[in-house]
């Protein structure tokens, strides 16, 4: 009598077991985590400014600063005035 192991439909079964299953496993794991995460990205992601920012969605305009500000309006009514003294 031949034992099991030698014969070659249980040598196809170990690499059924130790080798397909494992690789079929991952890729469906994989494959779904990439479903829900495309799904999720195209539906809600990509409206959120936070992830909009760091994967350089939407640009943020750039606003240029007004001349006149607080300070330099301080500034210059002094200026105004040691000037205006000094005559």
Do not use: C
């Not at 040598?11 to 799904?39: C, D, H, K, M, N």
């Amino acid at each position: 009598m031949e034992s099991a192991s030698s014969s070659p439909s249980s040598t196809f079964v170990g690499w059924e077991y130790l080798v397909v299953r494992p690789v079929l496993a991952v890729v469906f794991v994989l494959s779904f985590i990439s479903l829900w995460w495309w799904l999720a990205w195209k539906l809600v992601l990509v409206h959120v400014p936070l992830v909009q920012e760091i994967f350089g969605l939407k640009k943020k305009p750039v606003i240029p600063k007004p001349q006149t500000r607080r300070f330099f309006r301080f500034y210059d009514r002094i200026n105004a005035h040691n000037s205006a003294s000094q005559w």
